[in-house]
């Protein structure tokens, strides 16, 4: 079964800390993943997308990584800003599946100042 | 949010009513979707339109209806057949094999 699996499910940390967002999937064949920011009450918004041959790509303070072997990606923040206050959700796109996602149920991240 | 806007915002529904839900988009992508979220889940593909006058069930399509009669728009019917319909419902678009994005989304709920 496809499925993406994300942890931890919450996570509150103080402002200027950094923190990692871990993401596990199963969804095969595998095509690209992405990360996306949703603020309460908004739409996602796409951070980064990383292809199978892509082990990181950052976007300002967010760095995501992938490792397709272990079907294992991360999200890590540095520096915490109280606009980061969010869900982070991992979403997972099948090859040849159109553009079909497989999306986790996201970890919602409270930045404290 | 981008090219994409939806309305209501917010939407009440009594029970045995149809309501829907608007979705439109000036990126001229060709594909839309329908998604709804719950707390704590993922979200969850209700249908989708890859070309105009032509729509696919998602994996939680019953008690939903669409049309796309336009490039434009891919409005969502929720009908009295949807007896949990209290969600978030998110609408996306995208280009052929491109990223989607999203709508700012309507709550719905039901009095």
Same mark, same amino acid.
């Given at each position: 079964k496809n499925q993406v699996e994300q942890s931890p499910q919450s996570l509150i940390i103080l402002e200027g800390k950094n923190c990692t967002l871990q993401c596990n999937y199963t969804v095969s064949p595998? *095509?690209?993943? &992405?990360w996306y920011? /949703?603020?309460?009450?908004r739409g996602p918004v796409s951070l980064t997308i990383m292809t199978f041959s892509e082990n990181t790509k950052s976007n300002g303070r967010y760095t995501a990584t !992938?490792?397709?072997?272990?079907? /294992? *990606?991360s !999200?890590?923040?540095?520096?915490? /800003? !109280?606009?980061? *206050?969010? *869900?982070?959700?991992?979403?997972?796109s099948r090859f040849n599946a159109g553009n079909m996602l497989t999306f986790g149920g996201?970890? &919602? !991240?409270?930045?404290?100042? | 949010d981008g090219g994409i806007t939806q309305s209501p915002k917010y939407l009440f529904r009594k029970e045995g009513q149809n309501v829907t839900l608007s979705c439109e988009q000036n990126l001229n992508h060709d594909a839309m979707y329908w998604?709804?979220?719950?707390?704590?889940?993922?979200?969850?593909?209700?249908y989708y339109s890859q070309i105009v006058n032509d729509f696919q069930k998602g994996d939680i399509a019953e008690g939903y209806s669409v049309?796309?009669?336009?490039?434009?728009? @891919?409005?969502?019917t929720v009908t009295s057949a949807q007896k949990?319909?209290?969600? @978030?419902?998110?609408?996306?678009?995208?280009?052929?094999?491109?990223?989607?994005? @999203?709508?700012?989304?309507?709550?719905?709920?039901?009095?």
């Open positions: 595998f *095509s690209n993943l &992405r920011k /949703q603020d309460t009450g !992938l490792d397709a072997d272990t079907k /294992q *990606s !999200l890590h923040i540095t520096a915490s /800003q !109280l606009s980061d *206050s969010a *869900s982070y959700i991992c979403v997972v996201g970890t &919602r !991240l409270m930045v404290k100042p | 998604y709804r979220q719950d707390p704590g889940q993922g979200l969850r593909l209700i049309s796309r009669e336009k490039k434009e728009s @891919f409005p969502l949990n319909p209290t969600a @978030f419902y998110l609408c996306a678009s995208s280009g052929r094999q491109e990223t989607q994005y @999203f709508g700012p989304g309507t709550r719905l709920l039901v009095l």
